[in-house]
């Protein structure tokens, strides 16, 4: 990086002194559980400021907090001075006149890009309402679809039900027709028809024919 090179890094792999080195060590070392019996030993926040204050911020050893597994941990704070009382603090006069706050700084207005920006989403959001509500529209169309299907459906079982019926009234007609009494009766007609060609005495001779054919079809 720069002018930081491998050789100017390879200088830094080893640190002769201990000023990156952490280690343990009881004198030192703070405890929490020690702070928080200290602190439920105070009374007053003014107390607990100082403690803190004395005990802990202007503590500035590198291994206050260097803490090892299997290390001791309840153990008593270490010596600390009293340094709190030697902060010096200004009294506030509360008759003298305070200063006037500033006034508030005006509210920064959009710029051109950011109002396009907005613009842009309140689009985004048009449309995605719009997609919802053709989605809505979408759903009440295959309702109405799927309600012209089932009433399809009702119809073609219906017309079904009608041929078969159909299919069953012709194929009892077609039974009918096979009977003794109906050939008979057909030839009679045609009898009636021809008579003045010797229709009837055509007839004696059918009914014999159709009875006849009659007898097998029977056997």
Avoid: C
Wanted: charged share 30%; glycine share 2%.
């Amino acid at each position: 990086m720069h002018n930081w090179d491998l050789e100017e890094t390879n200088k830094y792999n080893y640190i002769p002194n201990n000023d990156f080195k952490y280690t343990y060590n009881q004198n030192e070392f703070l405890s929490p559980k020690a702070i928080e019996e200290k602190l439920d030993s105070l009374n007053t926040a003014q107390e607990k400021l100082e403690f803190v204050y004395n005990a802990i911020y202007m503590n500035k050893n590198k291994n206050r907090f260097a803490y090892f597994k299997d290390m001791p941990y309840d153990i008593p704070l270490p010596k600390y001075e009293s340094k709190f009382k030697s902060l010096k603090f200004e009294e506030i006069d509360e008759t003298k006149p305070q200063p006037t706050p500033p006034a508030p700084k005006p509210t920064p207005q959009p710029t051109p890009q950011e109002l396009e920006i907005k613009s842009l989403k309140d689009k985004l959001s048009q449309k995605e309402k719009d997609i919802n509500n053709l989605d809505i529209n979408h759903k009440k169309a295959l309702t109405s679809q799927e309600l012209e299907i089932k009433s399809l459906k009702e119809a073609l079982s219906k017309k079904e039900k009608d041929i078969s019926s159909l299919e069953i009234n012709y194929q009892k007609a077609l039974n009918t027709k096979n009977h003794l009494s109906y050939k008979l009766g057909q030839a009679l007609i045609k009898a009636n028809k021809n008579w003045y060609k010797g229709g009837y005495v055509k007839f004696i001779f059918e009914v014999i024919k159709i009875k006849n054919e009659h007898n097998k079809t029977k056997i």
